[in-house]
């Protein structure tokens, strides 16, 4: 992997080849995820659209430095608003387009970022996004911490080495603590004017369609959602191909529009 350096230590990054007059394609993932634990999703969505790809690990996970504890309850938007912004700066081409695809706190990441409208943004890509705090959130997070404690998360060591201990108390602290249950970023959404797909499993263990149908809704951009049949929290490894299919007409009807505006 490579490595940046932004505001409060070193970044870790791969990317993928594409065709360069393509959008990037840039994989936030989820709030125990990293890069690695994207698997070949990202390289599939890369080779299926042609566009190149970014995915990286924020700070605190898998290969980029340690982020202390605790998180603070505006740690989502500091990924959107500080720490996004220098990754794309330092990694993507000059003014090169870009779509951000987003699972779970990647997608509320990402649509925060969307939020600020930024002028590179061709579109939004979700998948078990939040933009508010459900029962079902906390209490799957209170399972979760169950099975941490009792061993059966074992394999997040894998990805995050040394760190695993303070990437799973950073994201299940925050969101347990009771200043977060008031997190809401339903506000920003009127802000997006990109396009969005916005995705959930049916049988997500950590969020209603509530969720979605708030995202698109609320969302000036034009937004398709989908919610997928026997799928729980991980809809591009649960349903991958359907999440693919889904994905590639989304980012297709991205370049197409804009192919159609450089030609006229």
Known sequence: MNHITIADGTVAYTTIAGDASLPHLIFLHEGLGSTAM???????????????????????????????????????????????????????????????????DGGSIALIHGATRPPRLRGLITEAAHVFVEDITLAGIRDAVVAYEAGKL?????????????????????????????????????????????????????GTPRQVRSIASHAHGPARETLLADCGHTPHKEQADAVLALAEDFIRSMTAATARQSGS
């Not at 070949?40 to 690990?57: E, I, K, M, N």
């Not at 605190?60 to 794309?88: E, F, N």
């Not at 920003?188 to 959930?200: D, F, G, K, R, T």
Request: glycine share 8%; proline share 8%.
């Open 38 to 104: 994207w698997g070949h999703f990202p390289q599939r969505l890369c080779a299926a659209t042609s566009c190149p790809g970014l995915v990286y690990d924020r700070l605190g996970y898998g290969k980029s430095s340690a982020a202390p504890l605790p998180w603070g309850t505006r740690y989502l938007h500091t990924a959107a608003l500080r720490d996004l912004p220098q990754v794309i700066e330092q990694t993507l081409p000059a003014d090169a387009p870009y779509i951000l695809f987003g699972h779970s």
């Open 154 to 206: 074992a394999g997040l060591a894998r990805y995050h080495g040394d760190k695993t201990e303070s990437v799973f108390r950073g994201w299940s602290d925050t969101w347990l603590d009771p200043a977060f249950a008031a997190w809401n970023i339903e506000a920003l959404l009127p802000q997006i004017e990109a396009p969005l797909l916005v995705m959930q499993g049916h049988d997500d263990q950590y």
